[in-house]
Structure formats: structure tokens, C-alpha cells
């Protein structure tokens, strides 16, 4: 098996994107994320990262993948998962939050080598809205550097690129899309040429820094509990006033709340 020449593969639709679960008798995702591990592990043993960036399925003793990769552990309910990736290039830039924006190329493929969704043109997407696979994997990488032509076109040096290794529980889980059968781990080609710190609701305070918890996760902080999460709420103590009116820093009450975040205040 071979991945050559992925980005020029027509466009399968924008599977990247997070999707609502099917409802489904329970499962054991414990169990499904050990299983996945294994897949990939085999999977990673048995190809390699040919000279033209492509993988290949090793036949003459070629490095395996899995002596090129890192790994990282991901918990998400409560479930440890390990996303391996290959940095080919790192970047030259700014690494993306979990939160933020990038600009990307892309092709993703199952372990089987059916290609299910490609992109050869540079587009952004909002990491808030895709699969976890992704929202961490990117923070591994970083943007490249703008060049504009003389006619006002450009494009991006030395940005980074590789590939991410995903487990099911950080992909589509039990839940087939499309080609993709249910409980399959994923691999993506990757390139990110540009990174946007994202403020989604345009109040003045960056995505990232509206994780209370610091648990990288923007979607599980909501200070006033009306259902909205603070990244994508003007009014994040439910105050009556905008989050941009009120001081970042200020703490007219002294109670250890700033101003934004204490409807005290």
C-alpha cells in the first residue's frame, strides 16, 4: 500500500468535521481504545515514510514508521487515548490552541488505504469544530511564513507538515461516516501554512484564555451557566453587561473574581 499524490485526489466531503453520535446500544470504548492502540502500532510497524513523503508498506527492511513517531496521551471521558504523529517539518511560526484557527492541505485515509476525504487548496477551519484528532494534533505543528508576490499573490515557506495517527475514540468513535466504518482509526497527511488566535465572540479576550479550568477544553467553561459556553458568550458572568465593557483585571469587590467574570460587580 502507498499514499502518493493525496492532496491531487478529488474532494470526499469535509468528514473532519465533529458529528453528532448515532444512537446506539453502549459499547466499550475502554476496550475499543486498546484495540485501536493495537491497529496502529501494526500499522506503524509495518510501513515507512518513503523519500517523496508518501507511506509505504515496508517489503525490504525500510524504517518502520514507529521509530519516527511521538506520542501523545489524550484523556476525554475519562478514557486515556494515544495519538501518535510524524513531524516531517515542524514550522516556522506560531503553534495553534485547541481553540483556534488554521490553514490547511490535507488527505485522510483508514488503515485499509481507502482515501475518504482529500483537500488541495488552502483552507481554514476553526479546530472548535472538527474531530478531537485534530484539535490536538495541530498544536503539535506550526505555521509557515507569508510570502507575497509582486502581483499581490502568496504563498507559505517552511510551514509545518506531517501526518496524525488517530484513534476511533478521537475520530467518529462508533459511528460510521460514509466510507468510514465505525471504530476506525484514521491518518492524515497534514500541512498548516497559517495560524489565527481565534476570539470567537469578539470580546476582546482570546479563546484560549476563556479556559477557566485550563483544561484545554473552551466547550466545559460556562461562568454563568445559561448554557453558552464563555469563548462564544459577550456576556460571560451574566451580567447584563458586555465582557468587552468590563475590566480584564479590575476587582472593584475584592472577592478574587475580575470584573468580567463576577456579576457582583
Known amino acids: 500500500m502507498k499514499i502518493k499524490n493525496i492532496f491531487f485526489i478529488a474532494t470526499f466531503g469535509l468528514l473532519i468535521f465533529a458529528c453528532g453520535k448515532d444512537n446506539k446500544e ?26 517523496d513523503g508518501a507511506i509505504w508498506t515496508i517489503t525490504n527492511g525500510e524504517t518502520p514508521l ?8 489524550v484523556s476525554k ?8 504523529y510524524l513531524i516531517e517539518n515542524e514550522g516556522s511560526t506560531i503553534s495553534p490552541k485547541r481553540p483556534d484557527s ?8 483508514t488503515l485499509d488505504s481507502i482515501v475518504f ?25 506550526k505555521g509557515g511564513t507569508k510570502v507575497v508576490n509582486t502581483d499581490e499573490s502568496f504563498h507559505f515557506e517552511n510551514y509545518g507538515e506531517g501526518y496524525l495517527f488517530i484513534p476511533s475514540g478521537l475520530a467518529y468513535a462508533n459511528s460510521a461516516q460514509g466510507v468510514i466504518p465505525e471504530n476506525s482509526p484514521l491518518v492524515f497527511k497534514i500541512e498548516l501554512h497559517d495560524v489565527n488566535y481565534a476570539d470567537h465572540d469578539n470580546d476582546g479576550i482570546l479563546s484560549i484564555d476563556e479556559d477557566i ?15 453558552i459556553p464563555n469563548y462564544v458568550d459577550t456576556d460571560d458572568d451574566g451580567d447584563g453587561i458586555l465582557t468587552k465593557n468590563e475590566s480584564l483585571t479590575d476587582d472593584d469587590d475584592q472577592d478574587g473574581t475580575p470584573n468580567y467574570l463576577d456579576p457582583d460587580n
Do not use: R
Not at 66 to 73: A, E, K, L, W
Not at 102 to 109: H, V
Not at 117 to 141: E, M, P, R, V
Open 102 to 109: 488554521i490553514l490547511t492541505k490535507y488527505a485522510g485515509i
Open 66 to 73: 514507529m521509530s519516527q513517531v511521538d506520542v501523545m496521551t
Open 213 to 227: 479550568d485550563g483544561d484545554g477544553n473552551v466547550k466545559n467553561d460556562d461562568t454563568d451557566n445559561d448554557g
Open 77 to 84: 471521558d475519562d478514557i486515556s487515548y494515544k495519538l501518535y
Open 117 to 141: 476525504d482529500s483537500n488541495a487548496s488552502l483552507s481554514w477551519f476553526s479546530l472548535t469544530n472538527l474531530i478531537d484528532g485534530w484539535s490536538y494534533g495541530f498544536t503539535k505543528f
Open 26 to 51: 453502549p459499547f466499550d470504548a475502554v476496550a475499543q481504545a486498546e484495540i485501536d492502540d493495537v491497529s496502529l502500532i501494526e500499522y506503524l510497524q509495518s510501513h515507512y515514510l518513503n523519500d
